[in-house]
């Protein structure tokens, strides 16, 4: 049985075949606190996605929308010493990846 906890969706996995390659979505199992979270495997490739909004409305005449995009140099089997030198700040492939996954949702969103 898939635990859940108040407040918070229950957990849901989906699983399908895609080129001949198993896609599972994971769904309100990670990331708890944040407001949803779904986790993607397809192949040997893993993305965790989140997404967190605010229970207030925001007074603005813009939408507030960030796009982060991380690649852990961990997960790659990068390892240098300390914090800074192991994460770093972003690298452009990371801002151009943000910023391509930015563009075409922000439309989606109604106006006002």
């Not at 990371?94 to 910023?99: D, M, Y």
């Amino acid at each position: 049985m898939p635990d859940a906890t108040p407040n918070t969706p229950q957990a849901h996995r989906y699983e399908t075949q895609v080129a001949g390659r198993p896609l599972v979505l994971e769904a309100g199992k990670y990331a708890k606190q944040a407001s949803g979270s779904v986790l993607v495997r397809y192949g040997d490739t893993v993305v965790l996605a989140t997404a967190q909004a605010s229970e207030e409305p925001i007074e603005a005449d813009f939408l507030p929308l960030t796009v982060e995009f991380e690649e852990r140099h961990y997960a790659v089997g990068k390892i240098p010493g300390s914090f800074m030198r192991r994460e770093g700040r972003p690298g452009e492939k990371a801002i151009l990846s943000a910023r391509m996954t930015d563009r075409p949702i922000r439309p989606l969103f109604p106006k006002g």
